[in-house]
């Protein structure tokens, strides 16, 4: 891929550090597919009867839809606008976020009533023993040495660098994997407490546990089907954290504001999914506005933030009520 290829990112070209940013991004994500495989097969040898362990298992599965989802959508967004679409593909990291969330979500409320099920059942698991280097061990020990060390990729490796990069690529299906990532260590310990629990006789935790697992699945899945949501209803932008307004607006405001020919503005914004498209409204202080000023905003606005790909200035007599004026709700 040349050099002009990897910068091209919708309509413009990615600012070094985003470009760094990015690359890292997908060497991460196609890490942790790598990472996550090599547990998942581990983890299968291991299994046994613990219904905790099994859903730990199918939860490790499922963490693949987000770095899956990211790199399909990475194909996509880097690609210049056209007349069938006009603002170009961005909307696929949105997309692939949705897709990702309905999976964690769907698999994640059967897991629950199936765990549910069992535990209100009675059900009774057993784990066996193994021969191990000529000595009969119990596998349950197995299964505790192996959560213990596979938890140590998502919470202290990858997940931590996802949660640095995803700022600043303004990714929310990367951070939304991060987080993911950085909470693995509940799905352990559950596990764990599930496996040691039928170890000494307590065989409701084994259940106990994995229901706590698949309800964290079910949070997961609610949580980034929500924020998926909202971004293609086209919903305010948002930090990729979501709890926040993103800053731009009011950089904005300011900047409009400190023009000599704007007596008012307001701003809508909508998150395309990493860039933004910004719909500025003006007020002008006379009668006629110069083309000239107005295209002067429009490139100053974009200077702003790699992140405005496509910027609309409109003179009007009197803002839109639903606009960003920067006085509040």
């Not at 909307?91 to 629950?112: F, P, Q, S, T």
Request: with cysteine; aromatic share 8%.
């Amino acid at each position: 891929m040349t050099e002009t290829k990897a910068a091209q990112f919708g309509r413009t070209d990615l600012p070094e550090k985003q470009q760094r940013a990015l690359k890292s991004a997908i060497r991460w994500e196609i890490f942790t597919m790598c990472y996550t495989g090599m547990t998942i097969t581990v983890v299968a040898f291991v299994l046994g009867g613990s219904q905790a362990m099994r859903t730990a298992w199918i939860e490790d599965m499922l963490s693949l839809t987000p770095q899956v989802a990211f790199l399909v959508a990475m194909i996509f967004v880097r690609r210049r606008p056209t007349r069938r679409h006009p603002y170009g593909l961005h909307r696929a990291m949105g997309v692939g976020h949705m897709v990702a969330g309905v999976a964690l979500l769907v698999i994640g409320l059967n897991l629950a009533v199936e765990s549910t099920i069992g535990l209100v059942s009675g059900e009774h698991p057993t784990i066996g023993t193994v021969k191990l280097f000529g000595h009969t061990v119990w596998l349950g020990w197995l299964m505790v040495a192996v959560m213990v060390v596979i938890v140590v990729g998502p919470v202290f490796i990858y997940g931590p660098a996802k949660a640095r990069l995803a700022p600043v690529l303004h990714n929310k299906l990367l951070y939304a994997d991060a987080d993911m990532a950085k909470a693995d260590w509940q799905t352990n310990a559950a596990s764990i407490v599930g496996v040691l629990g039928i170890g000494v006789g307590w065989w409701w935790l084994d259940g106990a546990a994995a229901v706590f697992i698949s309800l964290g699945i079910v949070w997961d899945g609610f949580r980034n089907t929500k924020g998926a949501l909202l971004d293609l209803m086209d919903q305010r932008a948002a930090t990729p954290d979501d709890k926040h307004a993103h800053p731009v607006a009011n950089e904005i405001l300011t900047l409009l504001h400190a023009q000599s020919w704007v007596a008012d503005a307001a701003v809508r914004i909508r998150d395309l999914g990493q860039v933004l498209h910004v719909e500025a409204f003006v007020v002008p202080t006379g009668r006629k506005v110069r083309v000239a000023e107005v295209d002067a905003a429009s490139e100053a606005i974009a200077r702003l933030d790699w992140k405005v790909q496509d910027v609309v200035v409109i003179p009007v007599s009197q803002l839109p009520q639903e606009a960003d004026d920067g006085r509040g709700e």
